[in-house]
């Protein structure tokens, strides 16, 4: 998941565990076990109504912390054809992902490098509430230097821009400009809109990454050290020591 901070990660992965804890189905997979249970809950107790008392509220900021890499997030489903898998999610501090696109070789974006180079499918997360308030100039700037930053690495691996926060609404021609930088940076990228008011929408998003990840890339082609002579001896050593 890429994103400035505040963009609306975490709130993303956030709802959609809430709804497979409540037996919704993410992918037409099942929800089976997680082996970050613990990171989940401490997420989700934030958007919990737990008393009259206490209003939900939303996760508190993921820091960008030390370490190189990002707290996974992770998720086994059981797929409508018993296939089994296990899913990894980037929850990485939105701070990494601006220095990334700012500049690429930046020590602070070294999470974000190790993200990019590891992920099967992306999500980049376009703040509309952002991009439809007094900042709407400089988000503007910042999604699109991160989206042809990903041009630069994303080769075929599955992509979806999410309008997030979709109750607000930037005007035409700032979401042109975006699209037109996703239309030449990653062409085959797709989009879609996640609100909070409409739960249902998260698990969209989450969906638009899964699916086309789902069946796991083929292994490259293997390409022999052959020279002159056929692929199968050059793995036997034909001219080594005779
Ligand atoms: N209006 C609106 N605000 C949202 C929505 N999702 C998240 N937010 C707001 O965005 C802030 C940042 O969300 P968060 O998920 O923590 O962003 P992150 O830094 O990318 O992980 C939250 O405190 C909310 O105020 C949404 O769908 N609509
Ligand atoms: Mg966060």
Redesign the pocket.
Known sequence: ML?A????????LTGNYLDLLRGGRLADARFIESRTLHAWEALAAWVRFDDAARRPS??P??PRGTSRVPGLLHLALRGPRDEFRDVLLA?AP?EWFTSWAIQEDAAAAAGARWVVEHADAFLV?ADC?RLAGPGRGSARKDIRTLIERLGNHVGDRPTTLVW??A??TPNDAIREQIRQALRTSVPHAREVE????NRRTLVNALEAALRPAWIPPRARALTEPVLDHQPFAAFRGLHAGS
Do not use: E, I, R
């Open positions: 994103g901070h505040d963009a609306g990660k975490t709130t993303l939303f996760p900021h993921t929850d939105g997360l509430s997030s926060k109750d607000h996640t609100s909070t008011t």
